[in-house]
């Protein structure tokens, strides 16, 4: 198998992993309860990823403060607004849904960028926008095949900020991943963002009873988020992307949106009808425009 090929297959088992992921969500949820369910995940994450981090030793890059504060608010993102909101979200709507809606973070990464970075927004990825938001408009209201309820809009709300948060805090961590390196960045997020969801253990009163009555699917399905999802993926991703650059890598990160939709109905029997997949394509188009700009300037500034 030759180099690059290799690389194209770790990100497209990236996207089928992190479009299950949502399946995952979903199928846990009957099990526990979604505050229960992410203390459960991280858990059980921190468990496997601290020793790692561990061995490194010297390795391990030193953070000025202010590196630090911003390393804790992208955690604090990351677990609250994107983890916490997405499986609330999952309560109400279903999960191919989720995983669609979810992945319009390039959206609201490019909107941030402009204006937290400086970062150029160009007519492409203004219309970007647009398209994809209006696919997100398509997919709450004509999606679901039946009269639109107040559930189904919080719902979407949810996952919508979901991929705000998520997008937020890939914009905090981009000058420190440049700087330090992915991995070691990505993990004290991770750990910060863990701490900082410890105190919401009270109020996760099925936590113990429902990890003590876990079913063995839930056990696969929960060790499947954190170490599929979390870990494995992780380390395909940046494999791939160490690989292939990021425009390729960018590409597949767009075929999550689709597989999340498939695995629904191929596991979970969630109905796909015609205006659900008009507003795959309109956010799948709004995305690619996103990205086409995104690649254009890249290549722009290689040129100067």
């Given at each position: ?45 921190v ?58 973070t ?43 309820g ?41 750990f910060?963002g ?22 063995a ?10 170490l ?66 995104e ?10």
């Amino acid at each position: 198998m030759s180099g690059r090929l290799r690389y194209h297959l770790y990100l497209f088992l990236v996207c089928w992993i992190w479009g299950l992921a949502f399946i995952a969500m979903k199928v846990l949820l009957d099990e526990l309860g979604f505050l229960s369910l992410n203390i459960a995940r991280f858990l059980l994450t921190v468990l496997f990823l601290a020793p790692a981090v561990l061995v490194a030793g010297k390795k391990r890059p030193s953070l000025s403060p202010g590196e630090w504060i911003l390393v804790i608010a992208a955690g604090i993102a990351a677990v609250y607004g994107y983890h916490l909101a997405v499986t609330y979200g999952e309560t109400m709507v279903p999960a191919g849904t989720a995983g669609l809606i979810a992945n319009v973070t390039p959206v609201f990464a490019a909107l941030l960028s402009r204006f937290m970075l400086h970062e150029s927004l160009g007519p492409w990825k203004a219309a970007g926008t647009v398209m994809a938001l209006g696919g997100v408009a398509v997919v709450t209201v004509l999606g679901a095949g039946e009269e639109l309820g107040m559930g189904r809009v919080q719902g979407i709300l949810f996952v919508l900020l979901s991929a705000f948060a998520w997008a937020l805090y890939t914009v905090l961590l981009k000058p420190l991943t440049d700087a330090h390196g992915a991995f070691f960045v990505t993990s004290y997020a991770i750990f910060a963002g863990t701490l900082a969801l410890l105190p919401l253990g009270p109020f996760a009163r099925d936590l113990p009873s429902g990890i003590a009555s876990l079913s063995a699917s839930g056990w696969g399905w929960l060790l499947f988020l954190s170490l599929g999802c979390t870990l494995l993926g992780y380390l395909l991703y940046s494999k791939g992307l160490e690989g292939l650059g990021a425009s390729q890598a960018a590409f597949y990160i767009y075929l999550v949106a689709p597989i999340a939709l498939f695995w629904g109905w191929a596991l979970l029997g969630e109905r796909v009808n015609a205006a659900l997949l008009l507003g795959t394509a309109m956010i799948l188009a709004g995305l690619m425009a996103v990205g086409w700009e995104e690649r254009g300037s890249r290549a722009g500034c290689r040129r100067g």
